[in-house]
């Protein structure tokens, strides 16, 4: 069974701090991944992609992937209360029951920024 | 620019009774299309992707279907809903290349209570 994985949370962290989210996976094979932001209530908006082993940064948000360890991190720099949010992991995976290209979610980690 | 639309925004329906939700994608040709279910506590759970019209594949067996009768028209189904089927209805499109990383994008959501 191909799984990603996440700390449910909740992850709480301060206004300004850097809050970092966490995401295994168990396929060797996976060639993208992503992270996604779902506020209560709506529905999941793309934030970062990776294809890559090593950093990406977009604006406050840094997305790490290490394909050796099966890992990938999202870390948000200065942290706002507009961050709070459900992020979803998920990851690309060939050849899955024979098709080819769907993803593979987490159920997310659920973060709250203290103002 | 790529927009997804889907209708309605709620639902609530008796149990037995029929479901059809509708997803519309403007500004691409030929996208892949996906239709998702998020239950309550639970992940993203894909339940069928197309590449193009009249194709269609079901990933988890179930009361549901889905048809592409156009293509940037993805259709959701069932003759008679179950509690079961109550959660948030997502439709997602990539793009088709071959070389896509198949980032996918989501509609608003439709979230379906059967009672």
């Known amino acids: 069974q191909k799984e990603v994985e996440q700390n449910s949370g909740p992850l709480s962290v301060p206004e300004g701090a850097i809050a970092s989210l966490n995401c295994t996976y168990s396929?060797?094979?996976?060639?993208?991944f992503f992270w996604y932001r779902q506020y209560s209530g709506k529905s999941p908006e793309l934030i970062m992609s990776i294809y890559s082993n090593g950093d990406k940064e977009d604006g406050r948000f840094t997305a790490q992937l290490n394909k050796a360890s099966q890992y990938v991190s999202l870390l948000i720099r200065d942290s706002q209360p507009s961050d709070s949010a459900t992020y979803l992991c998920?990851?690309?995976?060939?050849?899955?029951?024979?098709?080819?290209?769907?993803?593979?979610f987490g159920k997310g980690t659920k973060l709250s920024v203290k103002p | 620019s790529q927009t997804i639309h889907q209708w309605p925004a709620t639902l609530v329906q008796p149990v037995g009774s029929p479901l059809s939700l509708e997803c519309t994608v403007e500004?691409?040709?030929?996208?892949?299309l996906y239709w998702y279910r998020q239950a309550a506590g639970r992940g993203l759970q894909l339940l069928f992707y197309s590449v193009g019209i009249g194709q269609i594949s079901s990933e988890v067996p179930q009361n549901l279907s889905a048809s592409r009768p156009q293509d940037r028209q993805f259709i959701l189904s069932s003759k008679k809903l179950l509690l079961s089927d109550s959660g948030f209805y997502l439709c997602a499109w990539s793009v088709s290349a071959a070389s896509s990383y198949n980032e996918q994008f989501f509609g608003p959501g439709t979230r379906l209570t059967v009672l």
């Open positions: 500004g691409t040709s030929n996208p892949n």
């Open positions: 396929d060797r094979v996976s060639q993208s």
């Open positions: 998920a990851v690309n995976l060939l050849n899955y029951g024979g098709s080819q290209g769907n993803l593979i």
